[in-house]
């Protein structure tokens, strides 16, 4: 998005978050590429989650809005993996999983779509319906991943497994082999929910991105697990940082922080209700009856212009 020509307070200077992001994102893609090239995979994947989970940890806020604004660098396949990453490194930790269960599952996160990098990036450019040979490569794409994985050195059965069931349902309609709950390992759900989540949020050539609003009530229709529904409402919930947002007072902005000092939601309202340009920009707690938010809006129709650094200061520096 391009700057608007406004100055005012941002956060004090900081490591880049964003940046940290971009770089883990083309490490990744290095690491997919040379998979069975006689690369050490397992310590420079696990390296990648640890930094992931170390930016989510500095700046939970910005690694989120990178979702949304559609920061994170590169092509579509890794830019989806690095994504559904910071959605595990955000909740994993609250579902009471330690360091090491942690880092497990945001590599699992990172790796999931590993035997099909190159097919992944072909669905995005895609206009039509996927043809039938298309659709069995994505229903193999977990088993060969884990397969993958596995020749290139990654001996973490719970890793592996993870890759192999993010795509099973618990009612047995999911796939490669339709395992029935209690077979499905939890890190697997939340690697899955991760990932449907964060490909209904981004846009394809066939359809617009869904609203973070509508993509987790698309969550709460499907899933079964209301401590895992609950992680996602609690850390992500309806209107996460990166979202545009119209106020009860007609201002249109941007959702900065999903909790600030007085523990509502905070927005930077970018526009008054008459549509003109705040300078400096203004910032609004939901817990203000007339700030609160009353609809999510596509980047088209908010007609919002501003960069992330403006926003979340230094952390959000490219």
Not at 79 to 102: F, K, S, Y
Request: hydrophobic share 45%; net charge negative.
């Amino acid at each position: 998005m391009a700057d608007m020509q406004a100055d005012h307070t941002v956060p004090a200077a900081q490591a880049s978050v964003l940046r940290s992001l971009n770089v883990l994102a083309q490490r990744l893609e290095r690491a997919l590429n040379m998979l069975g090239n006689g690369s050490n995979a397992d310590t420079e994947l696990r390296a990648i989650a640890s930094g992931i989970i170390a930016a989510v940890r500095q700046a939970p806020d910005v690694a989120l809005a990178s979702i949304y604004l559609n920061q994170v660098a590169g092509p579509y396949a890794v830019r989806h993996c690095v994504e559904a990453a910071i959605v595990c490194a955000l909740i994993a930790p609250v579902m009471d999983n330690g360091a090491a269960q942690t880092c497990r599952i945001v590599a699992a996160a990172l790796t999931m779509n590993a035997g099909m990098l190159r097919l992944t990036e072909t669905f995005q450019l895609k206009d039509c319906a996927l043809s039938a040979g298309e659709r069995s490569a994505i229903l193999r794409h977990p088993v060969e991943s884990a397969e993958l994985l596995r020749r290139a050195g990654i001996d973490d059965e719970e890793w592996l497994a993870c890759v192999f069931a993010h795509h099973e349902l618990d009612d047995g309609s999911g796939y490669p082999e339709g395992l029935s709950a209690d077979a499905i390992p939890e890190a697997a759900r939340l690697v899955g929910m991760a990932d449907r989540y964060c490909a209904l949020v981004s846009a394809r050539n066939y359809r617009r991105s869904m609203l973070a609003p509508e993509a987790l009530d698309k969550l709460r229709a499907d899933c079964r697990h209301p401590w895992l529904l609950a992680a996602f409402e609690q850390e992500i919930g309806q209107y996460p940082p990166g979202t545009l947002v119209r106020l009860a007072n007609g201002e249109t902005g941007v959702v900065s922080m999903r909790r600030g000092i007085d523990g509502a939601r905070q927005v930077c309202s970018l526009r008054d209700t008459l549509g003109v340009p705040f300078e400096p920009l203004e910032r609004r707690s939901t817990r203000e009856p007339l700030f609160q938010i009353v609809a999510a809006l596509h980047e088209d129709s908010a007609g919002l212009r501003f960069s992330m650094r403006q926003i979340w200061g230094d952390a959000a520096a490219v």
